[in-house]
Structures are given as C-alpha cells and as structure tokens.
C-alpha cells in the first residue's frame, strides 16, 4: 500500500483537481483490471484513448487517476501530465520499490537477433551459476518460471511487476529485449541498464513509426541515453551502430567481423557446414566500472547455424566477459546451445537439407542469404510467405533484396504463399501487398508460382527438392507453421 501523495511525488504533475488524500492498493492501465483502491493511468494508445475507459475504471474501484487532459465528469483526484506513459512508467517502478535498480540489468536493441543474442547470453550467465531473468519475443523467464510474451518488450506496469518478481526470486542479471516500440512508447523509461547493446539496423516498422529517420531516432535513443555509469556494446559492421560510439556517455566496447579495427575482432571464420567456427580475440585492454579486460584469444564452436548467429554470438561472448564469465562456460554453452525457432534452424539434415528462417526484411535476408552462399548444396530452393498487413514499404524491399540473392545465386523462380488458413487476421495479405511483390518478381523475370495455402505450397517445394539440395522455408508470419506441417506430414499426422 502507499499513499497517493508518496506516488505522485514520483512523477511531473503539472495540475490536480479534487486532490484527496488516498491509499493505493495497485495501479492499472486497463479498465478491465482496475481493482478497489487503483490509481487508474489514461493511456493514449494507437488505436484508443484510456480516457475514454475512466468512468469504468471509476466503476471497478479507482480511487484516483492519472491524465492528460482532466475529465469534467469524474470526481476522484485526477493528476494531469504531460504524458501519461511516461509516468506510469515511473509510477511503476516506484510502486514496486524500483526492481531494476537491485539487479545487473543488459538491455539488447537490433533490427535482427535480440532474440537469439539475449537468449545466448542468458545461457552463459545461468552456465555460470547466475540466477537470471529473462524478458523478451519468446517468454519472460523469472529464474525457473518461464511466462509466454504477449509483446517483445512489455508495458511499463507489467515490467516493473515481472523485475519486482525477479527480485523476489534473487535473480541478479536480466537480459532483456528492447524493441522501437518499446522505446517509443516510454515502457523502459524507469529502467537504468548496466549493459546496452545496438547489434544492427536494417528497414523495417517503416509504416509504424513513419519513416525510417524515425525509426533510427528511437532505435538509437538506448545508447544515447545510456548513463555514464553503464557499457555500450557496438558492431563496427553496421554503420549505424558504429556511428554511435561519440553519441553516448556510456563506455564502448566495439567488434567486428569485417571491419577489426575495433577492441574485438573475429578471425578464421568457417561458415562451410552453416555453422560457424572461429577465433574471438580481444585485441586491447577494456576499462569501465566494476570491470577490466585485458587481451585474450579463444576458439568457438556454434551448435547454430547462420552468418547472424557468428554476430549475435560476439555480442552475447562479450556481455558474458562483461559480467566474468570464465571462458570455458562460453566455449560449452555455445557448443550446446540449442538456437531460437525460425533462426536460420536447421529441421533437415539427411538426403537434403531444410533451413527454417523468419526472413522478415532486408538485414535479416541478406545475412541468411549470405550464410547459404558459404554453404555447400546441388541446388538451392526458395519457398517464401509474402509479408501480410505489414504495408507495401516493407513488401517491396524484402522482394528487392530477394532479386538481388536470386540474380547472385543464379535462381530464375521461387514459390510464394499468402498462407490464407495459416495467419490471423492481423497478418493477411492485402492485394497491394501481393501486387507489389509480384511487380518486383516480374521486371527481374523471375518466375513465381504462387499458392494461396501453405501446405499446397510446401508440397510443391518438397517435390523439387532432390538428394543435396537445399531448401528455404523464408518468411515471417505466413511460414511459422511450416515445419511443423512437415513433421507432421512425415510422422503421417
């Protein structure tokens, strides 16, 4: 319980009517969990406006609320902000005596691989005998108890009460996915982080944010407004991540594959099976709080396939360092670690080979594309889901990019589906979208035999593919299920 007053001290208040004295007993964003004694904060989301919501929060036990503009109707204290997202947040943390403060928090921000990254380094942390937290696309994992995601980053109240449930459990470090979205909608704003990483920036979230100037701005915003106190860690192979090394206040620790200028470099690099071998070096001294690191040099064997998984693996390695991880514990987690669905996984491996890959915009494509070019196969197939509901921006600059690989790798025609059965209605395919696609195809000649289903489409790519070949099951949405789909059409499902 805390008063009103100790939780509004928390916060800008810029003005205040019927201001009572109350006890809090929780707070809410959604009038459907709105309890006796909740201070209720108005949420202006994308779609509606949680001001409209006030009188049934009121109805289910608000006792006070926070809003951006004063509602003449409702009697309770009302608390006017700025914005109100911003001060849930902190109103969050303060409410559940600030989590993320008693933990070594790692914040993790690409366009591709923060799932893959965080997961990585949560597996070194835990084979270290950390008890860890984890937040991100997949699960929330507090310790031992795993929780389904419903967003990759979740809002700020649900946040704070899952760190404050870490806390509980005596877990020490969080890895944590930090999406756009998150960033833009001010759910990380009471989170301090010791660790921040900016993997790569690629296109996309191009129609949600309105252009990709403003997506770089919010994606960019976790380093730039890391503190002093805390560690960047930035790839020299992407140019955005590398031109933020004088844009933060934090210490940056720098890698590449290409680009070995920087404190670490990867050397001997073997891509020949899909899966990387190589040498991780640092190649100078690292000092920041808390922590030093002076040159080293060991091998590494990934269990997972895909050119990305070498440059996710550099950044979990360092965190790893970063937090003392002895070498050893990173050489074994990486040798066993069993990878993410639909990162460039490997669901075939006999006559031919299958690769599952979510292949959701340009990075991500030309890293899988790029993997395959190092891999040894008679033919290459390609069996792609057109992205639905995601616009025509981002429709036709995934369908450029596959051009590009096609014309590289010399293929002259893919199957495509719209999975009709197999999306929600979130995710269909519009006719702009399809359209788009298929101009693309057409002015590059490539041939495209399209199916409106998806295991109509999987059998056709199945019955092409011959002894040594290697087929790509490529997309988002659309081809989540596919591998299931072939399972189960093998074990006779």
């Given at each position: 319980m805390f008063s009103l007053k100790d939780l509004t001290n928390h916060i800008e208040v810029l003005d205040t009517v019927y201001p009572r004295e109350k006890v809090i007993s929780g707070i809410s964003y959604h009038s459907g969990k709105c309890s006796e004694g909740h201070l209720f904060v108005c949420v202006t989301g994308y779609k509606t406006d949680g001001h409209l919501y006030l009188q049934q929060a009121v109805t289910n036990g608000a006792v006070a609320a926070i809003v951006e503009r004063f509602q003449e109707h409702i009697t309770i204290p009302q608390f006017r902000v700025a914005n109100s997202r911003i001060a849930l947040a902190k109103l969050a943390a303060a409410f559940y005596d600030q989590p993320a403060q008693k933990m070594k928090m790692i914040g993790i921000t690409a366009t591709n691989g923060k799932t893959s990254t965080s997961y990585m380094a949560n597996a070194m942390l835990e084979n270290a005998g950390l008890t860890t937290g984890l937040i991100g696309t997949v699960v929330v994992k507090v310790a031992d108890q795993s929780i389904p995601s419903e967003l990759t980053t979740p809002e700020s109240l649900d946040l704070q009460h899952y760190l404050q449930q870490m806390v509980d459990a005596n877990v020490s470090h969080v890895c944590m996915e930090v999406s756009?979205?998150?960033?833009?909608?001010?759910?990380?704003?009471?989170?301090?982080?010791?660790?921040?990483?900016?993997?790569?920036?690629?296109?996309?979230?191009?129609?949600?944010?309105?252009?990709?100037?403003?997506?770089?701005?919010?994606?960019?915003?976790?380093?730039?407004?890391?503190?002093?106190?805390?560690?960047?860690?930035?790839?020299?192979?992407?140019?955005?991540?590398?031109?933020?090394?004088?844009?933060?206040?934090?210490?940056?620790?720098?890698?590449?594959?290409?680009?070995?200028?920087?404190?670490?470099?990867?050397?001997?690099?073997?891509?020949?099976?899909?899966?990387?071998?190589?040498?991780?070096?640092?190649?100078?001294?690292?000092?920041?709080?808390?922590?030093?690191?002076?040159?080293?040099?060991?091998?590494?064997?990934?269990?997972?396939?895909?050119?990305?998984?070498?440059?996710?693996?550099?950044?979990?390695?360092?965190?790893?360092?970063?937090?003392q991880v002895p070498v050893e514990v990173i050489q074994q987690t990486l040798s066993n670690f069993p990878g993410v669905e639909r990162r460039f996984e490997f669901i075939h491996e006999e006559k031919f080979t299958i690769v599952d890959d979510h292949f959701a915009n340009p990075g991500n494509i030309n890293v899988t594309m790029e993997t395959i070019r190092f891999m040894n196969y008679e033919k290459l197939h390609l069996l792609y889901a057109i992205r639905g509901s995601r616009g025509t921006t981002v429709n036709e600059e995934n369908a450029e990019v596959i051009v590009n690989w096609m014309k590289k790798l010399e293929l002259h025609e893919l199957i495509a589906t719209k999975s009709v059965s197999h999306v929600t209605d979130k995710d269909v395919v519009t006719d702009e979208e399809l359209a788009v696609f298929l101009q693309v195809m057409e002015k590059a000649n490539i041939n495209v035999t399209l199916y409106d289903e998806l295991p109509t489409a999987i059998d056709a790519a199945l019955a092409e593919t011959g002894n040594g070949d290697l087929l790509l099951l490529a997309g988002c949405q659309g081809m989540d299920p596919a591998a299931s789909i072939i399972r189960q059409k093998w074990n006779g499902g």
């Open positions: 756009s979205a998150a960033m833009e909608t001010h759910r990380i704003e009471a989170v301090p982080y010791d660790i921040v990483t900016f993997n790569n920036l690629s296109r996309e979230h191009i129609d949600s944010h309105g252009s990709f100037e403003k997506y770089w701005e919010i994606k960019s915003s976790l380093i730039k407004q890391a503190s002093a106190d805390s560690i960047a860690i930035l790839n020299l192979d992407d140019t955005y991540s590398a031109s933020l090394q004088q844009e933060t206040a934090a210490h940056v620790i720098t890698f590449g594959l290409k680009n070995q200028t920087g404190h670490i470099r990867c050397t001997d690099l073997d891509l020949s099976t899909g899966r990387g071998r190589f040498y991780f070096e640092l190649t100078k001294p690292f000092d920041a709080p808390h922590i030093s690191l002076e040159p080293m040099k060991f091998a590494v064997e990934l269990s997972v396939p895909g050119l990305h998984s070498v440059y996710n693996s550099m950044v979990a390695i360092t965190i790893a360092l970063l937090n």
